[in-house]
């Protein structure tokens, strides 16, 4: 499956592609495909951007990306094992317009309508992994029947969005490149000062013109989504670092103020950095 700079092409004549991503680290630039993508984390760990959200992906993960939806894997390089990621590529029209909406497939819709914003399996994934681990030993018959059963067990799943805004049309390949830019940077530099007018050339507009550009596109602006960024990463740190004190994450995450970065954190993971500490 050849990447391009925003967009996948499915290999001619492929109903379901099934792909082994074994690197150092992830396929790191912003893209999106028409296919749905359900992915098994095997090794590795970092920053997920899906949509308008910042998540944090981990071994062990199993998630699913919707069609057209924008998406990046950022490793966390300062892990040394490699990464390793087991991924089915398919859509709703792979096997036939009519197959799944087939009476015998009806209960596969809501797989399909929860996959448009993405979805963290949370549950029976001890029943998933054992079929994304047969796989790589299975003909392609063997491999449909294996996606209908991990679509099965997911429909029964426990499950959390991996965003809550979907952009409805598909980015051109300019549009890809421009939001890339700007995602890279600020996951770059999180941790120092970007103010509008820096970002802005980045994205090669003027001030104006970025904000409704970035706000449409995400549905927020590119400072809500910048401190999401620096709370994903206080997240990681808070766990990795407990001997760091809480004002020193908050400065080394980009809040030069603790009492702003303390609010900030409880608007969005619903407590303090104290709280979300002890819970690990």
């Not at 290999?11 to 749905?36: C, M, T």
């Not at 299975?138 to 991990?150: G, H, T």
């Not at 090669?204 to 550009?213: E, G, I, L, V």
Request: glycine content about 4%; charged content about 25%; proline content about 3%.
């Amino acid at each position: 499956m050849k990447v391009l700079p925003f967009k996948i092409p499915k290999p001619k004549n492929e109903a379901l592609v099934y792909q082994i991503d074994r690197e150092q680290v992830f396929y790191d630039q912003l893209h999106q495909h028409g296919e749905i993508q359900i992915s098994y984390v095997e090794k590795g760990a970092g920053s997920l951007i899906v949509g308008d959200s910042i998540n944090e992906y981990k071994a062990g993960d199993v998630l699913v990306i919707g069609s057209y939806i924008p998406h990046v894997f950022r490793s966390d390089t300062r892990i040394k094992e490699e990464s390793l990621m087991h991924t089915l590529f398919f859509d709703e029209d792979s096997f036939g317009k009519d197959f799944f909406q087939l009476t015998d497939l009806s209960s596969t819709q809501n797989f399909f309508k929860k996959s448009v914003f993405g979805m963290r399996i949370l549950s029976r994934k001890s029943k998933i992994i054992p079929l994304f681990n047969a796989l790589s030993h299975q003909n392609k018959v063997e491999q449909i029947a294996s996606l209908l059963m991990i679509i099965n067990q997911i429909n029964k799943s426990k499950t959390t969005p991996l965003s809550s805004f979907v952009y409805r049309k598909s980015f051109t390949d300019d549009e890809g490149k421009r939001m890339s830019q700007v995602y890279e940077y600020a996951m770059e530099r999180y941790a120092e000062p970007i103010t509008l007018d820096e970002i802005a050339e980045r994205a090669n507009m003027s001030k104006n013109a970025f904000c409704r550009y970035f706000k449409k596109r995400t549905n927020k602006t590119f400072f809500q989504f910048l401190i999401e960024i620096r709370i994903e990463n206080a997240c990681k740190i808070l766990i990795k670092n407990p001997e760091l004190s809480i004002a020193a994450i908050a400065e080394q995450c980009g809040f030069n103020n603790i009492a702003n970065f303390n609010r900030k954190f409880k608007t969005f993971k619903h407590c303090t950095p104290t709280q979300y500490r002890n819970q690990f």
